[in-house]
């Protein structure tokens, strides 16, 4: 089987050759993957690590924000941004809420700061999908729940859905429609041969949903359901990352129309592998799985490279599944851990 031939087949749940894989990790990761492998092209990761599916994203034009006076950037919609050095990396956290102290639809309309869609060029899309012509190609980041938490307080937003549902609403449409208009550009540039559209936004913790089914339904529902529908309208598969323990929205998200669910936080309740293939096999294909909380960064290995195997047996018989880690990995993932898990021999 070729490389997307083997992912269409695990979605068709037909049993592929062997088990397809995906791979995503921060910059740290990519830069020591280099270096192990003497290359500087990613394409050459992939294929030493015999990786099936490739992430198509586009560049942007625009100049890097400046740092203000506090030493802070801007951010998406407007928040304020800072920097933070860790033994690990760099990570950038949001410091000052652009809605913080707006209570009203009018007092948000005067802050909230998107950006201009036009700052974006997509023009290498058609390019990469030519380059990587041969892997099933996936892109997006459209989100109705996380990107308004760029720009209110997840606090802030919680509250509003409890007590001043139009307000949400109006802010969650307002992020949600930029969302629409980047990712059909984004699919137009794309011109039929992305694979697949990520819609990304995390509505559970490790331990149970974060908010109810009925809030998810009120608030949610329908911004998902109208990006599957974007989706499908250029014949790309609708595919749902949401972390934790996302077990008791798995029906409503086959029921909308999601074909793949990741990441498959297997350390959160009710997401134990055989449980998730026992009761959602057939109906959707998982994507994800590798254990990043305990086994892939301080695990040995043979303990990476029996976690693949459990994953590939388990979620992966009879297809539907696509191997990964659970979550984009971390700097502090030993790569001799990256190869174990994804030994190619862990994925029949």
């Known amino acids: 089987m070729t490389k997307r031939e083997r992912v269409l087949s695990a979605l068709k749940h037909e049993q592929p050759d062997r088990t397809p894989a995906d791979f ?28 099936d599916c490739a992430w198509i994203d586009p560049e942007v034009s625009r100049k890097p924000t400046e740092r203000d006076a506090e030493g802070f950037i801007t951010g998406w919609g407007g928040s304020k941004w800072q920097s933070f050095h860790t033994p690990y990396g760099i990570h ?94 984004l699919l137009e540039a794309g011109k039929g041969r992305i694979d697949a559209m990520q819609i990304a936004d995390d509505f559970s913790t490790q331990i149970d949903l974060l908010i109810s089914i009925d809030m998810f339904n009120n608030f949610f529902r329908e911004p998902i359901c109208e990006y599957i529908r974007l989706a499908k309208s250029y014949n790309a598969v609708p595919y749902m990352h949401c972390c934790g323990s996302a077990y008791k929205l798995i029906n409503e998200f086959i029921d ?16 134990e592998p055989r449980v998730l293939k026992a009761d959602f096999g ?56 990256i190869l174990a898990f994804y030994d190619p021999e862990n994925r029949y």
């Not at 990441?263 to 997401?271: H, L």
């Not at 590939?312 to 001799?336: A, E, F, M, N, W």
Request: hydrophobic share 35%; with cysteine.
């Open 24 to 51: 995503q990790a921060v910059s740290e990761i990519w830069e020591r993957l280099f270096y192990h492998f003497q290359t500087r092209d990613m394409k050459d990761v992939l294929e030493k690590l015999e990786i």
């Open 256 to 271: 909308m129309g999601i074909k793949i669910l990741d990441p498959v936080q297997t350390s959160a309740e009710n997401m």
């Open 92 to 185: 950038d956290e949001i410091v000052r809420y652009v809605t913080t102290g707006c209570s009203t639809i009018e007092e948000i309309e005067k802050v909230l700061k998107l950006p201009d869609i036009d700052d974006y060029d997509f023009s290498g899309i058609e390019k990469t999908c030519e380059k990587y012509s041969d892997y099933f190609l996936l892109a997006g980041f459209a989100s109705a729940f996380y990107y308004p938490c760029l720009v209110r307080s997840l606090e802030d937003l919680l509250v509003d859905m409890a007590l001043n549902e139009s307000l949400a609403k109006y802010l969650i449409k307002r992020c949600f429609d930029w969302h629409m208009e980047y990712h059909r550009r």
């Open 282 to 337: 057939g109906r959707i294909t998982f994507h994800g799985g590798g254990e990043t909380q305990r086994i892939l960064p301080q695990g040995t290995p043979d303990q990476a490279r029996k976690n693949a195997k459990m994953l590939s047996r388990t979620l992966g018989k009879d297809g539907g599944y696509i191997l990964s880690s659970c979550h984009i990995l971390q700097s502090d993932v030993p790569i001799d851990n």
